[in-house]
């Protein structure tokens, strides 16, 4: 599986963007994965923002952006997305996308140790 994010940028505080995960590889179905969108700012480890399970139907926040972060997901595109309203300085961060086979365990995971597949980041900067 490949992961692809996209759509950062600098914007400031109050503003919003929508951050892209584009998912490739033989047969790849969201239903099959969980999929995790984590951030890691300097000098910070990475930490857990939003992911789904099942095509979406199944969502799970941070408790930083429950609220004013939301996921959608294009299951025909292989494509979810981030949309993060209402940004703050501290969402600063690379944001990744990650994926991890639901045939590897029954629960949803916010530790990104626990996620196979990964890729480039995307930064987010968000200005005072």
Not at 42 to 58: M, Q
Not at 77 to 97: G, H, I, R
């Amino acid at each position: 599986v490949q992961l692809q994010a996209s759509g950062g940028g600098l914007v400031q505080a109050g503003g919003s963007l929508r951050l892209s995960c584009v998912a490739s590889g033989r047969r790849f179905s969201f239903g099959n994965y969980y999929m995790g969108w984590f951030r890691q700012a300097p000098g910070k480890a990475r930490e857990f923002v939003a992911g789904f399970r099942g095509n979406g139907v199944n969502t799970y926040y941070a408790d930083s952006v429950r609220g004013r972060f939301a996921i959608s997901v294009d299951s025909a595109k292989n494509t979810a997305y981030l949309q993060m309203n209402s940004l703050k300085p501290e969402d600063t961060a690379v944001y990744y996308c990650a994926a991890d086979r639901t045939f590897r365990r029954s629960w949803y995971s916010r530790s990104a140790d626990d996620y196979t597949f990964g890729g480039q980041g995307t930064q987010v900067t968000v200005s005072s």
